[in-house]
C-alpha cells in the first residue's frame, strides 16, 4: 500500500517536470527551432489543422525555420498564419518555400521572457507541493484506517519528503538552464 501511494507520487511529479519542460521549450529564445511553430493553426479545406499536417518544417540555419507546404496553393494560407500567431514572426514567401528568420531578442524581451519561465517553473514546483500533499493525505488515511502503523507512516512520509525535494531541485536545474540559453547573445 505505502509502494502504491510513492509510486503513484513519484509518476506524478515526473509528469509535472515533464509538462514543465514542454511549457519552457515553447518559450522562444534567439535561435530558431521547428518546435517554435507547434502551436501555429493553418485552415486546411475548411478545419484548423497543425502546421505540421500540411508542410515539411526544417532549420535552414540558427536563425531561420523554412516551412515547405506539401501542396503549392496552401503557401499563402500558412505564411498568413504564421504572421497572424502570437509569435511576432515574419515570414516571406520565396517561391514555393516560406522561410522565417528569428528575430533578436532585446534586452528588455528576455527580462520578460525570464519572468514568464520563473512563473512556470514555480507553477511546476506548486504541482510537486500538492503530489506531495496529496500522498501524504493517502498515508494518514492508511494510519487512520489501522492499515500501516505510524513509524510506516513517518517513514513514508521522509521517502516522499526526499522525493519532493528531488523533483524540486530538478525543476530549479531546468529552469538555471532555460535562463542562461535566454540571456546567452
Known amino acids: 500500500m505505502i509502494n502504491d501511494v510513492k509510486q503513484s507520487a513519484e509518476q506524478k511529479m515526473h509528469k509535472s517536470l515533464e509538462a514543465l519542460k514542454v511549457d ?7 535561435r530558431a527551432h521547428t518546435g517554435i511553430l507547434d502551436h501555429v493553426q493553418v485552415e486546411y479545406y475548411g478545419s484548423l489543422v497543425p502546421i505540421s499536417q500540411v508542410a515539411a518544417i526544417s532549420l535552414a540555419d540558427a536563425r531561420t525555420i523554412t516551412v515547405q507546404p506539401w501542396e503549392k496553393n496552401m503557401a499563402g ?3 498568413k498564419a504564421i504572421r497572424d500567431s502570437d509569435l511576432g514572426l515574419n515570414p516571406s514567401a520565396n517561391g514555393d518555400v516560406i522561410r522565417v528568420p528569428m528575430p533578436p531578442l532585446t534586452e528588455e524581451r528576455r527580462k520578460d521572457l525570464i519572468k ?13 507541493r500538492n503530489v506531495r500533499r496529496d500522498a501524504n493525505d493517502a498515508l494518514k488515511k492508511l494510519l487512520k484506517d489501522k492499515e500501516i502503523g505510524e513509524d510506516e507512516e513517518r517513514r513514508a512520509q521522509d521517502e516522499i519528503q526526499k522525493l519532493t525535494d528531488k523533483f524540486v531541485a530538478e525543476i530549479d536545474k531546468t529552469l538555471q538552464a532555460k535562463e542562461a540559453d535566454l540571456m546567452a547573445v
Not at 24 to 30: A, D, E, F, S, Y
Not at 116 to 128: F, L, N, P, S, T
Open 77 to 79: 494560407k500558412i505564411e
Open 24 to 30: 519552457l521549450g515553447k518559450v522562444r529564445t534567439g
Open 116 to 128: 514568464v519561465v520563473r512563473g512556470e517553473a514555480e507553477g511546476a514546483k506548486v504541482a510537486v
